[in-house]
């Protein structure tokens, strides 16, 4: 599979078949992963991988505080600008045409990864992140290349993936189950496994901004 199929081919899976995946597929691919640039060859990311019995004690620990306010270690955005807020808007409506569940059962699924076998964890140290002056926003830059060269290696594995913000909602279940300590923070989950394509969930493709609309072209 060439770059741009696995890019085209890549996006969210919110279905997942129960199989697992192979310990040495999972290994192969962070390691691949770890190419990704960072900024001055840092590479301020970290990974905790979770499947059996320590994800089936994180999703009871989620499912057991869903209802209470989330704790990420990395804030969700506070504001969305109109231009940002129509896309999620737009993104919802669509999601509701595909999705025959519920909205409660979908935020419920959300918290069991979709059904996926197992889950990625990108950490990093707590002092690179949270420094004297503020923020190191920069270790994101790098984590979010990590998380991108995983999911497009899985496409290429014929895996699928969707990367969770929610999976790092609730940070002291998962430092419990897996014994992360303090000092390191949790950015995002990544769940992992072989797409249900029988579910009409994956077959729904999100939509682009027309290139046109975000790019301006300068000396050509
Ligand atoms: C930082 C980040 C957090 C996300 N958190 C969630 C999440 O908690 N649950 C979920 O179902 N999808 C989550 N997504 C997936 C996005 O909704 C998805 O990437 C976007 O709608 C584009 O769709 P695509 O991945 O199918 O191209 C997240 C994506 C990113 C980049």
Redesign the pocket.
Known sequence: MDISEAINQ???I?AFRPDPVPLETLKGILKESTRAPSWANTQPWEFAVATGKPLEEIRAGFLEKSMTSPSFDVPRPPEFPDRYAARIRV?DKQNRLVTTKDWESRRVQ?FKHYGAPAVIYLLTCREFYYQTKGLNVWALYDSGAVAENIMLLATKCGLGT??????VAYPDVLRKALEIPESKIFF?GIAIGYPDWDNPINQF??EREALDNITTWHGF
């Open positions: 890549r996006k969210s919110r993104l959300n969707v990367v969770q913000a929610q999976a995002l493709r999100t």
